[in-house]
Structures are given as C-alpha cells and as structure tokens.
Nanobody, 126 residues
Framework: QVQVVESGGGLVQAGGSLRLSCAASGGTFRLYAMGWFRQAPGKEREFVAAISKSGGSTDYADSVKGRFTISRDNAKNTVHLQMNSLKPEDTADYYC???????????????????WGQGTQVTVSS
C-alpha cells in the first residue's frame, strides 16, 4: 500500500508561483509513474502533468505547458510541481497520484492511477 501526501498549496496572486510537493511512502517509488491532477469546484478532475518512473519523460496538459514543471527525486521519494505565471483558472484542488509500472503512453488517464493523495488547495486571485 502506497501513501501519497501533497503539500505546498495556498493563496497566490495571478502571475505568481507556487511549488507543490508530493511525498510517497510504503512502496518502491521508482516503480511508479507519478501524476498531478486537479479538480475545480463543479468540474471533473483533470490531468495536469505526469512524469515517468525514471523521470526521463514528462507530459503536460496544454493549459499548463510552458508554465508548470514536474520533477521527481527517486532518492527522496518525492515529486514536485513548480507552477509559474499562475492564472485564476488554475484555482483547484491539486492531487498527486501514483501509477504502478505506468508508462508515459498511458499516464494522462486518471483511471490508470492506483493511489491518490488527499489533495492540496490552490487559489489564484485576480
């Protein structure tokens, strides 16, 4: 059983930056592709970014390309999401998720993920 715990959310003005972190425990971290998803009030959960098991490949939603960067440290069992140039439409609860033996070809689909965190709230004011 893998546990993932997000941190780093908060309130920021438009144009600002936040760095989300996700700490994983209880499994062999390097065997999991990792992803970030978000869910705004009244909307479905959507893909934001994902990173392969080795960290060598990444993928992003079109809405965040060029602004967000996902990274991982397999020695520390952590994943980070650096969010720059934030917009009010980025306001949502952000979730970290782990996909056992996931590949870059499939990790945009939330249904592929095995373990989820409780989420961290990001609010971007205009």
């Amino acid at each position: 059983q893998v546990q993932v715990v997000e941190s780093g959310g908060g309130l920021v003005q438009a144009g600002g930056s936040l760095r989300l972190s996700c700490a994983a425990s209880g499994g062999t971290f390097r065997l999991y592709a990792m992803g970030w998803f978000r869910q705004a009030p009244g909307k479905e959960r959507e893909f934001v970014a994902a990173i392969s098991k080795s960290g060598g490949s990444t993928d992003y939603a079109d809405s965040v390309k060029g602004r967000f960067t996902i990274s991982r440290d397999n020695a520390k069992n952590t994943v980070h999401l650096q969010m720059n140039s934030l917009k009010p439409e980025d306001t949502a609860d952000y979730y970290c998720a782990a996909d056992f033996m996931g590949t870059i070809a499939t990790i945009k689909s939330l249904h592929k993920y095995d373990y989820w965190g409780q989420g961290t709230q990001v609010t971007v004011s205009s």
